[in-house]
């Protein structure tokens, strides 16, 4: 039986699903909505003008929409040793050559601790400035392997994998993570390359600019016959009107070759679903496995409370996408040990909005995007961002609210270390009856006092993840 929203026989296009969540790795990196999906409409042009065979061609236009899959890997450590939003400092990264000393010097002194006082600022430079090129290179390797390993997860084409780990490699060798040169780099990662840098400055600067942009950087970062194939291209060409008009996300599934159009079932829309739960959790080392825990968590509530199989594994994936809009939270304010201010709690609050607005695009998703969006509601009207109470609030979504809290308690937090199930239970069994679902709580009390669930590690996450623990020491 096929869930709500997908096509009969319970298939649906891996190209659909995958341009929607496309959308989550925008947010992350801090770019325009349809970023990837632009992207990869001017990749797919540069494909028709190498005239690759079918199968590469496929290959590519998966590359291209999930090209950022690793992005959210480093954003924890931008944050921390910037001492600023790392939406802010990639979105500025992608703006400069930053394989220029003077460039990369002033982009650095841009973001350090904006607004902060000239001595803090200073600190953070020289800990920024300390890390020197071996440094850099560990953050973009860290991306480009979790954005591969994530891409095999996947399923995706082994020429696609190659791509997205070479994303950031230049002709000239001066690129990251592993300085490969020339023909080393594979031609799909040299399409991506050029593909996703016109698209910024495309649509921050402008056709002309984003054109001069590829001028000035044929034979350095860019391989000049990619270069030349956009070329041919001319800037009046219609195709950046309609690219400007129209890149939404059917623009995209109509490139992908119809001989390899690829449709996926039930099985590996749960597959899709654990895969984006680990984009979400490498944003910010404190939930580094919150998805899976409040999944985990969820199913063994709705278990004592007669859950069937089906219903059980539209619940699993509403909690392992219920955090898919924290891609567009800053890491200051994610991982921040002191109290948010108003302004940050507002920001936070977004994230539930952002859930929902990627969800809705997809349409085997869309049935669940309002309930996972939810998982902040609260029976009394205290929650956000529908402002729901009472029997506006789907069990699904009282169940989720329920796991999202008693997760966190049991995770370490950058404030305090995990908490015993026993003070879980007092701090949630407060709010039974009268903001939480009171069954649901009693629901959980039974799964934790029988210990149905896996303890988390009550290590903060900062020290597993030694590199991030140095960075924040630098930052102090």
């Not at 921390?80 to 990369?104: M, P, Q, V």
């Not at 020429?159 to 070479?166: C, H, L, T």
């Not at 029976?379 to 609210?401: C, E, K, M, P, V």
Request: net charge negative; proline share 4%.
């Amino acid at each position: 039986m096929s869930f709500p929203g997908t096509p009969q026989g319970g298939l649906v296009k891996q190209s659909e699903v995958l341009a929607g969540l496309s959308y989550a790795l925008d947010l992350t990196e801090g770019q325009r909505a349809g970023h990837s999906v632009r992207s990869c409409l001017i990749g797919m042009k540069l494909g028709e003008v190498f005239k690759l065979p079918s199968a590469q061609r496929s290959a590519l236009f998966y590359a291209l929409l999930m090209k950022d899959l690793g992005c959210s890997s480093n954003s924890a450590r931008f944050a921390a040793l910037f001492g600023n939003n790392d939406h802010d400092i990639k979105a500025d990264i992608k703006n400069i050559d930053w394989t220029r000393a003077l460039e990369s010097f002033k982009f650095v002194l841009r973001n350090v601790a904006p607004g902060q006082f000239f001595l803090k600022r200073t600190w953070r430079l020289l800990a920024v400035m300390a890390r020197g090129p071996e440094g850099a290179r560990e953050v973009v390797r860290t991306r480009c392997e979790r954005g591969a390993d994530i891409a095999t997860m996947l399923g995706l084409a082994d020429e696609s994998v190659q791509a997205i780990r070479a994303l950031d490699e230049h002709w000239d060798g001066m690129g990251q993570p592993y300085a490969k040169k020339g023909e080393e780099i594979p031609l799909l990662a040299r399409i991506l390359n050029l593909a996703q840098t016109f698209e910024v400055f495309y649509t921050t600067h402008g056709v002309d600019n984003a054109y001069d942009m590829a001028a000035a950087r044929r034979g350095t970062w860019f391989d000049p016959e990619t270069v030349d194939a956009l070329f041919t291209i001319r800037p009046h060409d219609p195709f950046w009107h309609q690219l400007s008009q129209n890149s939404d996300i059917q623009s995209a599934m109509r490139l992908e070759p119809e001989d390899q159009v690829i449709t996926i079932d039930e099985d590996r829309l749960d597959l899709f679903s654990a895969a984006f739960a680990r984009v979400i959790d490498a944003k910010s080392p404190w939930t580094f496995s919150h998805s899976n825990g409040v999944a985990d968590t969820s199913v063994a509530i709705a278990e004592r409370l007669g859950f069937h199989a089906r219903q059980l594994r539209a619940l699993r994936r509403s909690a392992l996408l219920h955090d898919l809009g924290k891609l567009g939270v800053s890491n200051l304010i994610l991982d921040k040990p002191e109290k948010l201010t108003s302004d940050e709690y507002k920001a936070m609050q977004k994230h539930t909005e952002y859930t929902a607005a990627i969800l809705s695009r997809v349409p085997c998703f869309a049935p669940l995007a309002s309930e996972a969006a939810a998982h902040h509601e609260k029976l009394d009207g205290r929650g956000y961002h529908f402002g729901l109470t009472g029997s506006q609030i789907s069990l699904n979504t009282r169940i989720l609210a329920v796991a999202d809290i008693c997760d966190a308690l049991r995770a370490s937090r950058p404030y305090r270390a995990g908490l015993s199930n026993d003070r879980v239970l007092e701090i949630i069994g407060r709010e039974a009856g009268v903001a939480l679902d009171a069954q649901v709580v009693d629901a959980l009390r039974s799964v934790l006092l029988n210990d149905a669930l896996e303890q988390p590690a009550d290590v903060p996450a900062a020290r597993i993840d030694v590199a991030l623990e140095e960075d924040y020491k630098q930052a102090a």
